[in-house]
């Protein structure tokens, strides 16, 4: 009954829902395309019985990108279908593997939706990204005897409070997932809380630790940074949001007046707020450059700002700086994934909102590897401190670096549970 009345109330509320899409159509065109699929309408792939996995968007497909390769790799004759809700997770899935997967939007949470996406694929184990938990999508695959892994899992407390509040509902949708893999005790706690039942339930650490920087793109970023900023002192904030990068660009401003040379790689979150950004970076006052004007050559002498205004180029940035702030935390947000610039070894900042990462955070706080800032002047400060002393930041980076490094091996066991449930399945042979 209660899967019935929310059932009943998406369809209820569907004409708001494509308003909402076609407002965001308006603001990012590319979310007026494929309308079809979301509601399960596409041309069915040539192979099924494969591995369906769902990655939301962009943060989640990269972090599912290992996955994908290594079933595209050991299990050729399985087929892969990804499916992303935004087209920024469209575009980096097509990026990232082309023709090699068979990507769709995932459908609407409606039961006739979700019955035309699961007839056209027929997978034989479905892997959910981290979080992206639809009542209509996780029961009705695990009704058809379809394995359903929530992989990468992490529940925050404030989550676990909102879903606490309809526990008729997700009690009965936590309750049929095959396995959960959680990425701390914590998070674990609070899934078997809402209804995985314990022997269900795993924690492998986050698959994020297992970031892995190709060496071909530490040469292209070592050659960028060479090329456009030559000695100037670089420093990065990553996946902003609105009302957020007032805050950098004041502390900016102050840096400048020690470091009159520094440079700041500034990289909104979403696409459809780069032409807002640059406006207000403009209306600030500062001399910029926008990264996809120059992406073959570079002449960044002179410019303050570098706006970060393309799409797959985040960890390639990252590598160009001395010091990274991750965004998402100075509003309440929750913050973003520090885990890729400690990869680099840069000395990591954020904002105090970090509830969606607080277990990655605490280790690289815990490390020495990240310090939190609360607004634009304690941000100033610390950019300058690190900048004035190298050594400190190497050390930093370094802390943050060996978080990373001491904490890999989840890919390895998340693995190893999917390709357990297709051996259940029978898709692989034991």
């Given at each position: 009954?209660?899967?019935?009345?929310?059932?009943?109330?998406?369809?209820?509320?569907?004409?708001?829902?494509?308003?909402?899409?076609?407002?965001?159509?308006?603001?990012?065109?590319?979310?007026?395309?494929?309308?079809?699929?979301?509601?399960?309408?596409?041309?069915?792939?040539?192979?099924?019985?494969?591995?369906?996995?769902?990655?939301?968007?962009?943060?989640?497909?990269?972090?599912?990108?290992?996955?994908?390769?290594?079933?595209?790799?050991?299990?050729?004759?399985?087929?892969?279908?990804?499916?992303?809700?935004?087209?920024?997770?469209?575009?980096?899935?097509?990026?990232?593997?082309?023709?090699?997967?068979?990507?769709?939007?995932?459908?609407?949470?409606?039961?006739?939706?979700?019955?035309?996406?699961?007839?056209?694929?027929?997978?034989?184990?479905?892997?959910?990204?981290?979080?992206?938990?639809?009542?209509?999508?996780?029961?009705?695959?695990?009704?058809?005897?379809?394995?359903?892994?929530?992989?990468?899992?992490?529940?925050?407390?404030?989550?676990?409070?909102?879903?606490?509040?309809?526990?008729?509902?997700?009690?009965?949708?936590?309750?049929?997932?095959?396995?959960?893999?959680?990425?701390?005790?914590?998070?674990?706690?609070?899934?078997?809380?809402?209804?995985?039942?314990?022997?269900?339930?795993?924690?492998?650490?986050?698959?994020?630790?297992?970031?892995?920087?190709?060496?071909?793109?530490?040469?292209?970023?070592?050659?960028?940074?060479?090329?456009?900023?030559?000695?100037?002192?670089?420093?990065?904030?990553?996946?902003?949001?609105?009302?957020?990068?007032?805050?950098?660009?004041?502390?900016?401003?102050?840096?400048?007046?020690?470091?009159?040379?520094?440079?700041?790689?500034?990289?909104?979150?979403?696409?459809?707020?780069?032409?807002?950004?640059?406006?207000?970076?403009?209306?600030?006052?500062?001399?910029?450059?926008?990264?996809?004007?120059?992406?073959?050559?570079?002449?960044?002498?002179?410019?303050?700002?570098?706006?970060?205004?393309?799409?797959?180029e985040l960890l390639l940035l990252l590598g160009c700086a001395d010091i990274a702030f991750v965004g998402g935390s100075l509003i309440e947000h929750g913050g973003h994934n520090t885990l890729e610039p400690a990869a680099w070894g840069l000395p990591v900042l954020t904002g105090p909102s970090d509830f969606n990462f607080a277990e990655i955070s605490s280790l690289l706080e815990a490390?020495?590897?990240?310090?939190?800032?609360?607004?634009?002047?304690?941000?100033?400060?610390?950019?300058?401190?690190?900048?004035?002393?190298?050594?400190?930041?190497?050390?930093?980076?370094?802390?943050?670096?060996?978080?990373?490094?001491?904490?890999?091996?989840?890919?390895?066991?998340?693995?190893?549970?999917?390709?357990?449930?297709?051996?259940?399945?029978?898709?692989?042979?034991?």
């Amino acid at each position: 009954m209660p899967r019935f009345l929310y059932s009943a109330f998406f369809y209820l509320i569907l004409p708001l829902v494509l308003l909402r899409l076609l407002w965001r159509g308006w603001r990012a065109p590319a979310y007026r395309d494929r309308i079809g699929q979301r509601f399960g309408f596409f041309e069915a792939p040539q192979r099924q019985n494969g591995v369906w996995i769902h990655a939301v968007s962009v943060g989640e497909s990269i972090a599912a990108a290992p996955v994908i390769e290594h079933f595209l790799a050991a299990y050729p004759h399985l087929p892969v279908v990804v499916t992303t809700m935004t087209p920024t997770g469209s575009e980096r899935v097509t990026a990232m593997f082309g023709d090699r997967v068979f990507h769709v939007y995932a459908p609407y949470d409606l039961p006739d939706a979700v019955a035309r996406f699961l007839k056209r694929i027929k997978p034989s184990v479905a892997v959910i990204m981290e979080t992206e938990i639809w009542p209509n999508m996780v029961c009705q695959t695990a009704a058809m005897g379809i394995p359903v892994i929530l992989a990468n899992a992490r529940l925050s407390a404030r989550s676990a409070r909102g879903y606490g509040r309809l526990s008729a509902l997700t009690q009965s949708v936590f309750s049929r997932f095959s396995k959960v893999v959680a990425q701390s005790p914590d998070d674990g706690a609070r899934f078997v809380m809402l209804g995985v039942p314990e022997e269900n339930m795993t924690v492998s650490g986050s698959i994020k630790f297992d970031l892995a920087i190709p060496a071909a793109l530490r040469d292209q970023a070592s050659a960028l940074h060479e090329a456009c900023f030559g000695s100037r002192p670089v420093w990065i904030a990553a996946s902003t949001h609105a009302g957020e990068d007032e805050i950098l660009l004041a502390a900016h401003r102050q840096l400048l007046n020690e470091q009159p040379d520094a440079v700041l790689i500034l990289v909104p979150r979403h696409p459809e707020r780069f032409l807002k950004v640059a406006e207000l970076v403009a209306a600030s006052g500062f001399r910029y450059l926008r990264r996809s004007e120059y992406q073959n050559e570079c002449s960044a002498e002179g410019a303050q700002v570098i706006l970060g205004d393309t799409m797959g180029e985040l960890l390639l940035l990252l590598g160009c700086a001395d010091i990274a702030f991750v965004g998402g935390s100075l509003i309440e947000h929750g913050g973003h994934n520090t885990l890729e610039p400690a990869a680099w070894g840069l000395p990591v900042l954020t904002g105090p909102s970090d509830f969606n990462f607080a277990e990655i955070s605490s280790l690289l706080e815990a490390s020495g590897g990240l310090i939190k800032v609360a607004d634009s002047d304690a941000l100033a400060r610390e950019l300058g401190a690190l900048l004035d002393d190298p050594e400190r930041a190497e050390n930093q980076g370094a802390m943050a670096k060996q978080v990373v490094d001491a904490n890999r091996g989840a890919l390895q066991r998340l693995l190893a549970v999917i390709e357990q449930a297709l051996r259940e399945h029978k898709s692989l042979k034991s």
